[in-house]
């Protein structure tokens, strides 16, 4: 099973965020087989850190709650909520894969959060999408909305990858960067 996890910052934990980086590097470095995406999101100014978003695959609701909740970030408080739900690897890669690379353009995390009839069930066509696919509740089956890691010119250029806006009860667009530990 597929989930995304977005664990949002609290206001001015950045010191805290950094001074917890390995910590949190070592700890994903346990699920580096099971990340599908990772990476942190930004303020407008690309400053400050927003928040922390992963794709993981898991083989349970509960031990993907242990994954969001065991988190050191989370344990020491830096994050004032988490958002975990059930995701659907649409494009069926990593962002590893992703033929654009870690570097140049744009890059955000989208999130649509809707309920009833399913919408924006398969990926858009174009080169730029690193991750795509539809939230479920924990049944697995109950559509809840749409996360997509796409480059972009812009934030509303990004939040255009989900097609079906009005299915949407809200659409948050977030600079997001790729994760992990620098490459040398």
């Known amino acids: 099973m597929d989930f995304l996890c977005y664990h949002r910052d609290r206001t001015g934990s ?30 407008d100014m690309g400053e400050a850190c927003t928040g922390s978003v992963h794709i993981v695959a898991l083989p349970d609701v509960a031990t993907a709650r242990s994954f969001a909740f065991d988190e050191p970030n989370y344990q020491a408080g830096v994050y004032r909520d988490v958002l975990l739900r059930r995701w659907h690897n649409t494009l ?5 894969d992703y033929a654009g690379g870690r570097e140049g353009g744009n890059r955000y995390l989208v999130l649509g959060f809707g309920e009833g009839e399913p919408a924006d069930l398969s ?12 939230l ?9 909305g749409t996360a997509a890691l796409v480059r972009a010119a812009d ?28 490459t040398t």
């Open 14 to 43: 950045m010191p805290l965020r950094q001074a917890l980086l390995e910590a949190h590097w070592s700890y994903m470095d346990t699920f580096a087989k099971e990340l599908i995406a990772r990476g942190p999101t930004f303020d």
């Open 92 to 96: 069926g890669r990593t962002m590893w």
């Open 123 to 134: 990926a858009p066509a174009g080169d730029d999408l690193i991750a795509y696919g539809p």
């Open 136 to 144: 479920f509740a924990d049944d697995g089956t109950t559509w809840v």
């Open 155 to 182: 934030a509303s250029t990004a939040a255009a990858v989900l097609r079906s806006p009005d299915r949407y009860a809200d659409i948050e667009v977030h600079n997001w960067s790729f994760g992990g530990r620098p």
